[in-house]
């Protein structure tokens, strides 16, 4: 596993970077696989999903705690 840092994902839903970090065995920064983790820089964390026709990544962030 190793740790790269991409920006095309789209934003994080928590703080709006657009940037994240993630972990994956064979992706690299411009190609990512399905289920690879991110992580934002705000500590919100999600997995990668590939669209099924194209091979296009996007992040998929977990459910936001309620907000108080
Ligand atoms: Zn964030």
Known sequence: MKTVKV?????????????????????KEDW????DKVTCCC????HVEILPCEPVAYAVWDELPEAE
């Open 7 to 27: 920006d095309w994902l789209g934003d994080c839903e928590k703080c709006g970077v657009e940037s994240a970090l993630v972990e994956t065995e064979n992706g």
């Open 32 to 35: 990512l696989y399905e289920g």
């Open 43 to 46: 500590g919100h964390t999600g």
